[in-house]
């Protein structure tokens, strides 16, 4: 099957879900919620249709779970053929730099059109909502972090990982502030009006 390349990676964060314990659809959504959201997030329609695929290719499957007081759940397990699959991907060197979508830069790009105070409160809210996500990867990732890998031990080499990747967002973050920062002072100090 051939798989836009959002769609390509979020096969891979399903599969890197399930590769730790059989989930339903519900909480793979909760799972990328709770973890890759801050690097890759996915809305729940296209999650159960990639599920469907990843279960007509082979690589996960499912099975229909009674509940006497609640509607039956789905629940996805990885196949050996899925693990295969995510171990080569994980394996395979990236040979090539990702582009980045950011609807912000296109603002500030042509951002002569708009009139300095428009521009000025467009940079001041990004640096709110920048300054929440930060804050996000400064308290409460890592005490999941920590959770997770307290309640689950044999998870504790993922948990160096995992860290490891919080710590690219809250860098990332940083430099982004830095420079709202310096987008700020620059519009305010060198801009007419």
């Known amino acids: 099957m051939l798989y836009v390349r959002g769609n390509l990676v979020l096969k891979y964060v399903l599969l890197g879900g399930l590769s730790y314990q059989p989930l339903t659809g519900y909480q793979l959504k909760q799972f990328v919620d709770r973890t890759t959201k801050h690097f ?9 249709r990639t599920l469907d695929t990843l279960e007509a290719e082979g690589l996960l ?15 996805y397990h990885i196949t050996p053929a899925g693990k295969a699959d995510l ?8 040979t090539e730099t ?7 830069i296109i603002r500030v790009f042509f951002g002569a ?8 409160t467009q940079l001041r809210l990004q640096r709110a909502l920048h300054q929440q996500q930060l804050d996000l990867f400064h308290t ?3 005490a999941d972090i ?3 890998a307290a309640q689950n031990p044999e998870l504790k080499r ?3 990982f995992w860290e490891v990747a919080r710590r690219n967002g809250e860098l990332l973050e940083e430099a982004y502030i830095r420079w709202l920062d310096e987008s700020i002072r620059r519009i305010e100090e060198e801009l007419d009006e």
């Open 98 to 104: 990702e582009p980045t979508k950011d609807a912000l």
């Open 40 to 48: 890759w997030y996915a809305q729940t329609s296209q999650i159960y």
């Open 140 to 142: 409460q990732i890592p």
């Open 158 to 160: 993922d948990a160096f």
């Open 146 to 148: 920590r959770e997770g």
């Open 87 to 94: 171990l080569a991907w994980l394996a395979q060197p990236m």
């Open 113 to 120: 059109k708009l009139d300095k105070q428009t521009m000025l």
């Open 61 to 75: 499957t499912s099975q229909i779970e009674e509940q006497a007081d609640k509607p039956d759940r789905r629940i």
